[in-house]
């Protein structure tokens, strides 16, 4: 008996013993991640003067009608010291865009010791985004903008690498004492007067938006349900996620979130780059009495029906980008009822919103950020808007990505098929379209196999051997 009480305490301190060193482990990971993404910064992007952007939908114009100057380009923060067209509007615009980037020193992970998605969550954190801006559509509109936007700093270098040595100092401080640093939290200015009162719902609205996206296991749309989800997949906290696996992960997750304010919007993922319209209409319907509509909600739907998030997961050439699926982004783009793509570059993904000319602006989850405790009523939301702009050549895209759009109604939707059937016809040079709608279910097509099951991951495993191309029209 002496023997086997020994043996059992000696494995519990071998058990004890190896789950402190992942803890160890896992905190060094974070804190390696935190240097490497929150350190690296690119120069500032620079925009034309003399051309449009597109952002989601909104175009705007950095030259004045009467500005002679010769200058053709300039930085998006530097454009605030020229005399410029509809500037503001724009960066009000895009840093009202809610911006989902890898965080550290969260709990840990489902079935992992992992606190930090630094490395590998990257698209997880552009499905976020994506989904984040079909809810601000649902909810508050195209035309809302975050109060705040214009007053967030910019994230020059100089701001970005002090702040993340004084964070990575902080967590290795916090590791040795074994506490956690609290976060503090801003003092909400009172509201003066009912002239405000509409502004301060929309405000209590977009707040309620964000924390559904928080960092612990009780966010409905936070990573940690997302990975719950992916594993029912066969993903695991860690993995490779590509952007159609990301597609069914965030339509499962609207379909048993339990908030009142999600049950009026459901999920459709296309298959196989098909569209099937009955499929649609089934989702715009949904349950009897489900959809939710309180007072300033901007849904635009029938009592009796919900709004639909349509994903479509396509391939834009075979390994590299097809250069004549430019045109296409660009017409995705400027549609009013686009939320956006998916994509990114080999290795590394993005979300999509606009473009200026060849080259596609986007929102970059690549930096470490610390936890932040969405539970409390006053959380700061600065972290989660993003005031600088990133730019990348069409030609870098990898062409693997998920094109999103948001349709209030069926009468929306029958708008969408019929605008989109006409973008869609393929030029003299193209040989099929990036996608197509047809009518009826899919299940009337005999698709035994599901489309997760079928995906070209967006980012490949290396470790992996034999990855394939799926069932995806190579061009």
């Known amino acids: 008996m002496c023997c086997d009480g020994f043996c059992s305490v000696a494995n519990k301190m071998d058990t004890k013993g190896t789950d402190e060193v992942e803890k160890l482990k896992s905190k060094f990971i974070s ?24 952002l989601l939908g909104k175009c705007y114009h950095f030259k004045a009608v009467d500005d002679e100057s010769p200058t053709e380009s300039c930085t998006a923060e530097a454009l605030d010291d020229v005399v410029t067209g509809n500037v503001h509007g724009f960066r009000r615009d895009f840093a ?49 903008t975050w109060s705040e936007a214009l007053t967030l700093e910019p994230l020059d270098t100089e701001t970005w690498t002090s702040s993340a040595a004084r964070r990575l100092v902080a967590t290795l401080e916090a590791s040795i004492q074994g506490e956690r640093s609290q976060v503090t939290q801003p003092v909400c200015p009172a509201q003066g007067g009912a002239e405000e009162a509409d502004s301060y719902l929309q405000e209590a609205y977009h707040r309620t938006i964000v924390s559904w996206f928080g960092d612990g296991l009780s ?12 594993m029912t997949s066969g993903k695991q906290a860690g993995d490779w996620y590509g952007p159609a696996v990301v597609a069914h992960i965030l339509r499962k997750a609207v379909d048993e979130a339990e ?14 780059c098909t ?20 007072q300033g909600l901007n849904t635009g739907a029938a009592p009796d029906s919900r709004a639909v998030i349509i994903l479509i997961p396509v391939r834009l050439g075979g390994e590299k980008i097809n250069p ?30 606009g473009f200026q000319d060849d080259s596609l602006i986007y929102m970059d989850p690549h930096y470490c950020q610390s936890f932040v405790d969405v539970s409390t009523s006053d959380f ?30 069926l009468e929306h939707y029958e708008r969408i098929g019929n605008e989109l059937s006409k973008i869609l016809e393929p030029s ?27 995906e070209w991951p967006f980012i490949r495993d290396t470790r992996i051997a034999g990855t394939t191309s799926g069932d995806f029209v190579l061009l």
């Open 219 to 230: 966010a409905q749309l936070g990573i940690h349900r997302l990975v719950q989800l992916g």
């Open 428 to 454: 003299s040079k193209e040989k099929y379209p990036a996608f197509t709608f047809m009518k009826g279910h899919g299940k009337d097509y005999e698709l035994s196999i599901a489309v997760e099951k079928r």
């Open 96 to 144: 009202s865009r809610v911006w989902m980037t890898y965080r550290e020193d969260f709990p840990a992970l489902p079935g992992s010791t992992l606190t930090s998605d630094c490395g590998w969550g990257c698209t997880l954190r552009a499905g976020q985004m994506i989904l984040a801006q079909a809810l601000m559509l649902h909810i508050l509109g195209r035309d809302w």
């Open 324 to 353: 004549e699926y430019l045109s296409f982004v660009k017409s995705i783009l400027s549609l009013e009822y686009c939320i956006g793509i998916i994509g990114g570059k080999p290795k590394q993904a993005y979300y999509f919103v």
């Open 31 to 54: 804190a390696w991640h935190n240097v490497k993404y929150s350190w690296a910064l690119k120069s500032k992007t620079a925009f034309s003067r003399n051309s449009p952007v597109f």
């Open 380 to 409: 700061p939301l600065q972290s989660f808007h993003c005031p600088s702009p990133k730019k990348m050549p069409f030609s870098k895209m990898d062409p693997s990505c998920t094109i999103g759009f948001y349709s209030k109604s």
């Open 275 to 294: 569209v099937y319209s009955a499929d649609v209409i089934d989702s715009h319907s949904g349950r009897t009495g489900s959809h939710c509509n309180p």
């Open 259 to 272: 908030d009142a304010l999600l049950k009026g919007i459901s999920v459709y993922v296309a298959q196989d």
